[in-house]
């Protein structure tokens, strides 16, 4: 047995899922004839109440499409100092639309209006680089999975509409954060101009985003996802595993959560532990007793078939996914209470 909670990509397509990849009715996506990936992008534009989205092979895609639609080069984007965009695409921002950002240390991934208000650079002061985009993470990534409350983006959004910036959503794991609320997706469509969403993260699948927006911008964003070289062919077969997946895996997010939040309640109990930052959905963050060897600890775990990361500075981080089983759950809090030793 193997219990992987590196992330929550690491799964594999579910039974049902596989067969619906191969009985899904598919053609030429470049030219837009793909039945299967045309349906799985009109589901999720309705799903949002939004005009139009576009499917990517990528979340990273997606957002530096969403990037390049909104900015020209030489203008700012704000967003918080732990953001994706920012951390973990390869410095996309500044390559593909060759943007810099300007960076808010918001707490836990999240920002407020009065800080991107102050972030602002005053649009006629011309010294200054023009800032046009404000984008935020829901869940937070980097900031172990916090969710935004929804007045404070409602406030994001006047602020934006005040200051004529446009609002991209990196909403990788937004299905996670919907879980948590019960909020409508439509309410987070009208909120953003775009969002991103990940099909293979918490949902399962193998490979897959989806940009929303407006048909304009869909439109436009299809020429920049062919510059990226972002074009696939019969990906029907992709958007196939999308469209099973909410139907049938969007449901079971719940699970993922409620057993981070066991491991987290069993940590918290364990004598070399310093910190469990609050869970809110399936990723968890913690930090060891001072002293303690957070390389050893993941080696110590490794030796357990139980694999995790640390992010460095300290903290470690399990997330918890549709392929983490009950069987999975019981050996690891069980392996971690016999893990005193350790300490
Ligand atoms: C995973 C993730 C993405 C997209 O990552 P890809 O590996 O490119 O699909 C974007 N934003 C956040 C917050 C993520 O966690």
């Known amino acids: 047995m193997l219990v992987n909670l590196i992330s929550d990509t690491v799964t594999q397509p579910s039974e049902g899922m596989l067969e619906a990849m191969f009985s899904a009715q598919v053609g030429d996506d470049v030219f837009k004839e793909d039945p299967a990936v045309n349906a799985f992008e009109e589901e999720v ?25 909104h900015t020209q080069p030489g203008e700012q984007l704000i967003c918080d100092h732990y953001a994706h965009v920012y951390n973990y695409e390869g410095g996309g921002v500044s390559f593909n639309s060759g943007v810099s950002c300007k960076l808010i240390q918001g707490e836990r991934g999240k920002i407020t209006a009065q800080q991107i208000e102050a972030s602002i650079n005053p649009p006629d002061f011309y010294h200054s680089p023009k800032t046009s985009l404000v984008c935020l993470e829901n869940t937070t990534n980097k900031g172990g999975g916090a969710v935004y409350d929804i007045e404070t ?24 954060a919907l879980e948590v609320t019960g909020e409508d997706p439509k309410l987070y469509g009208a909120l953003f101009d775009t969002l991103s969403l990940c099909f293979s993260k918490g949902l399962g699948c193998p490979i897959g985003s989806v940009l929303v927006g407006s048909k304009l911008q869909m439109q436009e964003a299809l020429r920049i996802r062919k510059v990226f070289g972002g074009g696939m062919r019969q990906a029907g077969y992709l958007a196939a595993a999308g469209s099973y997946a909410l139907k049938h895996h969007r449901k079971d997010l719940k699970l993922d959560h409620q057993k981070a939040q066991e491991i987290a309640a069993v940590l918290n109990t364990c004598s070399f532990v310093e910190e469990v930052q609050p869970v809110e959905t399936n990723i968890l963050i913690f930090s060891l007793k001072q002293g303690l060897d957070e390389a050893a600890f993941i080696q110590k775990l490794k030796e357990n078939n139980i694999l995790i990361i640390g992010l460095g500075k300290g903290k ?26 350790y300490a």
Request: aromatic share 8%; proline share 1%; with cysteine.
């Open 45 to 69: 534009s309705t799903l949002f109440g939004k005009e139009a989205a576009l499917f990517f092979p990528s979340g990273t895609m997606a957002n530096q499409t969403a990037i390049k639609l």
């Open 153 to 176: 983006i409602k406030s994001i959004n006047h602020l934006c509409g005040q200051k004529g910036l446009a609002l991209h959503l990196d909403g990788a794991r937004l299905w996670n």
């Open 316 to 341: 470690l981080r399990m997330v918890t996914h549709r392929d983490y089983t009950a069987e999975h759950h019981h050996y690891l809090l069980t392996t971690l209470s016999k893990m005193e030793e």
